[in-house]
């Protein structure tokens, strides 16, 4: 059926993310207010980067080492997504319920506190770094639903519009 390894591993790729596309496309306009389609945007995104840690791993390495498959699919799919959120994210600041920042800081912002511990977790254990115990912890602690959801709130908590002057918190 696939001609060569290339052709399946694009196949494999392309068919993995397009249903998580799919399903972060539902999530973005699921018609509730556009902070908490982020938040659920954010949390199916880092569930997904979560499940699917090894083969992004392995894809973020083939890119970096010049891999021309993978290359190709990170130039065509990694725009798709952050396209995505950061509509979500102006639109939030422009219904007031994001602090106004520049879009690059705010997805920056965003991603780095919602991904970097699963990316800095997962490059521990992968390692070796972190011994069985740690290893344990992190699993309980770093990679679980609740964490993500912790770590999504935390950051769009960290983007509330500043407080009025005059007014109680």
């Given at each position: 059926?696939?001609?060569?390894?290339?052709?399946?591993?694009?196949?494999i790729?392309?068919?993995?993310?397009?249903?998580?596309?799919?399903?972060?496309?539902?999530?973005?306009?699921?018609?509730?207010?556009?902070?908490?389609?982020?938040?659920?945007?954010?949390?199916?995104?880092?569930?997904?980067?979560?499940?699917?840690?090894?083969?992004?791993?392995?894809?973020?390495?083939?890119?970096?080492?010049?891999?021309?498959?993978?290359?190709?699919?990170?130039?065509?799919?990694?725009?798709?997504?952050?396209?995505?959120?950061?509509?979500?994210?102006?639109?939030?600041?422009?219904?007031?319920?994001?602090?106004?920042?520049?879009?690059?800081?705010?997805?920056?912002?965003?991603?780095?506190?919602?991904?970097?511990?699963?990316?800095?977790?997962?490059?521990?254990?992968?390692?070796?770094?972190?011994?069985?115990?740690?290893?344990?912890?992190?699993?309980?602690?770093?990679?679980?639903?609740?964490?993500?959801?912790?770590?999504?709130?935390?950051?769009?908590?960290?983007?509330?519009p500043p407080?009025?002057?005059?007014?109680?918190?």
């Amino acid at each position: 059926h696939f001609k060569t390894k290339d052709v399946f591993v694009r196949a494999i790729l392309q068919q993995t993310y397009n249903d998580m596309f799919a399903s972060l496309e539902m999530t973005a306009r699921s018609g509730v207010s556009a902070l908490e389609n982020l938040r659920a945007s954010m949390n199916l995104l880092a569930r997904f980067g979560r499940d699917n840690r090894q083969l992004l791993v392995r894809l973020a390495g083939d890119a970096l080492a010049g891999d021309a498959v993978a290359m190709e699919f990170l130039r065509t799919n990694l725009p798709r997504h952050l396209e995505l959120v950061t509509g979500l994210l102006a639109q939030a600041q422009k219904q007031k319920s994001l602090r106004v920042l520049p879009l690059p800081q705010a997805l920056a912002f965003l991603v780095g506190g919602v991904a970097a511990p699963l990316l800095i977790a997962t490059a521990a254990l992968n390692s070796g770094f972190a011994p069985p115990p740690i290893a344990q912890v992190l699993e309980a602690t770093v990679f679980t639903d609740a964490a993500i959801s912790e770590r999504v709130d935390m950051a769009l908590a960290g983007m509330a519009p500043p407080a009025r002057k005059g007014t109680r918190q």
